[in-house]
């Protein structure tokens, strides 16, 4: 990789070849502001961006940690409902019997939106706190590798509550998800940046919501499309033929007899999130942003003198 000395603005030779072409151009005059996207924008960011060691293991982070909110909140009306059943009408009671009409704000609707707008706000405190720390340590290796870990322990919580004979609470397990997989979104963008270095956070952003929002649109669909897998015929809904009893034998090999909807699915965001735990053990990437940061300061020091911190809580130059 680059010395330190090459990252610090102005950029060397390397440098400037490196980010050519990979951002837009801008030209600017008193009178005037021009951006020139090419065709070809987005696939020479991702060449730029893939050309960096260890941006391919903040991609995965990203993606997986999207696409596991994107496919719980989408979904979240019903597992939050899991306690709640249907009757031959079809409509939903709650446990009081309350039933869920539409029109209607029910005690069901009205703690699914509870649980909805918790679930978002814990999103965001937890980025909030979470980005914080990685801001003031940059240990972005070791935070992001602890949610990662602790993150597919809560899924697999969660995959567990939604068996109610166990006593489980499915609710409260997708509120600790959100608690520890939120935060992997701004941290793995983070991470992202350093690694791309120099390239713009925005170019860089780019790409990774790009992966998210595109892996996030195909995994959905699957997670209700396997919600079946392993569960049994009267669980799933007998009368399509099947007797009650009868169990999908490849399912049960990997999730057991008899488990309700969406146990299948879970194991696969479990999967998907201690896949992309394992992986990125294996980061190897530099923190570029951080070293040109570095270089730059030891370069002012030299010039003026080093930094103290002033009684007004800034920098100021010793002769």
Known sequence: ???????????SMDEIAYVEGAEPTVTQTPHHLEIDIRDDQILLAAKACFARKGFSH????????GI???TLSTYLDYLVRVSYSDDEGGRIYDEGGNDDQPGKST?????????GGFFQIIIMLSSVVVGSITDKTRSYFL??????V????????CGVSLDEARGG?????????????GPLLPVAAELGVEMAYPLSENTVLVILQLSCNMLSALFIPLFQAVKNVGVTAAVAGAGAGEEDGAY????ALVVGEGRPPYTFSFFLLILLCAASAVYFATFDGTYLRLEAEMAKKREEEDEHGPLIPSPLGTAVNVP
């Open 169 to 181: 609470d499915v609710r409260w397990s997708l509120l600790l998800v959100s608690g520890l997989l």
């Open 248 to 251: 999908d034998d490849a399912a």
């Open 68 to 70: 596991v909110i994107n």
């Open 143 to 148: 935070v992001t590798l602890l949610l990662l």
């Open 1 to 11: 990789s680059p010395s330190p000395s090459h990252l610090a603005a102005p950029y």
């Open 58 to 65: 903040a991609l995965v982070v990203f993606t997986v940690s």
């Open 150 to 157: 602790f993150g597919a322990v809560a899924l697999a919580e």
């Open 107 to 115: 005690s069901a609707a009205i703690y699914v939106a509870l649980i």
